[in-house]
């Protein structure tokens, strides 16, 4: 029931929020949702009977919309499980107990693992009820024996237990009576205790270098718990709605193999950046555009993916949105070239799809003018006018102990795609080099981020695999 926005700030953290709207999780019942209805139920089986139950009761409602969708994916979800597989839903308590039936539809119940609850201390809110601090993983195996992957996690001690007992834990036996018939000590697991089903993990703090904006960022601490204790080195993880790329993060430094899907630009440049800074290059795109055609096409389909899919190729992020007002840029890069006053400077990005003219690059003048900006850059589809590379040349150029960078730079999608970058001070370790597979794509696919092999699958299937799910 909610529009998801992400939320930036300026590198010195003093401005007020901008948001962008990622996307909206706000479902409503159309004739998708009774086309997805009626291919799950024609079907048969256990989840169609779930998901004609839980029509007769909740009739065609939002939640109802929701769960349609929920269905095949959870069906294709098991399909590429491997045997000794496992999965984890992450929901909060307003819809866990409808997605239970889902899952055991799906699963089966005697594939049921755990109701993990995830706790955590935020802000109290105004509400005539209990404070709401905690959310929900169902755990779930694709077989109902015990052949997954588990490895045993625990819980430290506590400090009185180890104070009193050390390393000892003391076992008792009553009689029918109560009364205490021996006792005896044995050792205690040097591990501590065996994790319970209740995990209390913080949720990120507002300040912590972890938080990238997305408004539904995980913590990494609980991704790289259930990455632990379900996998080994060398296996495969895969999140389907990949969002800023916890998951992903977490499965890089736990030396798992991984694959990552999310249906926008914004999203898939957010995991870029946090893979770069965290000194992983090795991984690829599948999904995006890799020639001017395909660009063109996203740019016809979806203004706003092509403008975030253009502002990944020169490492930006979209620019703030104040609320009533146009700007008149879409992205911003930061960057800092005087150490004496470690002042902050930007650059100015406006993307266009469409035709371009003088005008345009004469209103980026005056917005760089207004807002006090070293560099502005205009990408355009198409080739500049002469008219607009003369209009550029009167903004002269911005000195800095690396030379001299013109103030206002014309880039092609193409010039882009070919290694071209934006001419500006300093070493830009921000700026993404992306190596791309020369390939014509549609941007309709769903974006991947593999590693080297599909979830379940074996290595020679990931392919076809790929192309059966996409979408």
């Not at 588990?150 to 008792?172: H, P």
């Not at 914004?266 to 055609?293: M, Q």
Request: charged residues 25%.
């Amino acid at each position: 029931g909610k529009d998801y926005n992400i939320i930036f700030r300026t590198s010195s953290g003093s401005a007020p929020p901008a948001q962008v709207k990622a996307f909206a999780d706000t479902w409503k019942w159309s004739s998708d949702s009774e086309r997805l209805y009626r291919d799950v139920v024609e079907k048969g089986g256990g989840l169609a009977e779930r998901l004609r139950g839980l029509r007769q009761f909740l009739r065609e409602s939002d939640v109802m919309a929701y769960l349609c969708m929920m269905a095949p994916r959870l069906v294709e979800l098991r399909r590429v499980l491997k045997p000794n597989g496992s999965i984890y839903l992450h929901c909060d308590p307003s819809s866990s107990h409808y997605l239970k039936l889902l899952m055991d539809g799906v699963f089966g119940a005697g594939c049921f693992r755990n109701e993990i609850i995830w706790r955590y201390r935020r802000w109290p809110t105004k509400a005539r009820r209990f404070q709401r601090m905690h959310d929900v993983l169902f755990f779930y195996t694709k077989s109902g024996s015990d052949g997954h992957t588990f490895n045993q996690l625990y819980d430290a001690l506590a400090e009185s237990t180890l104070k009193t007992w050390g390393t000892k834990k003391q076992a008792a036996v009553f009689d029918g009576e109560g009364n205490r018939l021996r006792s005896s000590n044995t050792d205690v697991d040097s591990d501590g205790a065996k994790m319970s089903d209740v995990w209390d993990i913080k949720i990120i703090a507002p300040v912590s270098k972890e938080r990238t904006g997305f408004p539904t960022q995980k913590p990494e601490a609980l991704l790289e718990r259930i990455i632990s204790a379900s996998s080994k080195e060398g296996d495969v993880v895969l999140d389907p709605f990949c969002g800023c790329g916890t998951a992903v993060a977490a499965a890089e430094r736990l030396k798992r193999r991984w694959l990552g899907i999310d249906v926008t630009h914004l999203a898939i440049n957010l995991i870029k950046h946090r893979l770069v800074a965290a000194g992983s290059g090795k991984f690829r795109v599948v999904g995006e555009p890799t020639t001017v055609d395909g660009a063109a096409e996203l740019a016809q389909n979806d203004p706003y993916q092509f403008q975030w899919w253009a502002l990944g190729l020169v490492g930006a992020r979209p620019s703030e949105q104040k609320k009533g007002a146009d700007r008149g840029i879409d992205g911003q890069i930061f960057f800092h070239d005087d150490e004496r006053s470690g002042a902050t400077k930007q650059i100015l990005i406006s993307v266009k799809a469409g035709g371009t003219g003088a005008a345009h690059v004469r209103d980026l003048r005056g917005v760089l003018e207004r807002d006090g900006a070293e560099i502005g850059v205009l990408i355009s589809m198409k080739e500049p006018t002469q008219a607009m590379v003369v209009e550029a040349s009167k903004a002269g150029f911005y000195e800095s102990p690396w030379g001299s960078h013109p103030r206002l730079q014309l880039l092609t999608v193409d010039e882009l795609l070919n290694g071209k970058s934006i001419d500006y001070p300093g070493p830009r370790q921000s700026n993404l080099t992306i190596k791309r597979t020369l390939r014509k794509t549609k941007p309709s696919e769903n974006l991947y981020l593999p590693g080297l092999a599909n979830a379940g699958q074996n290595d020679n299937d990931a392919e076809a695999s790929r192309k059966r799910t996409a979408g």
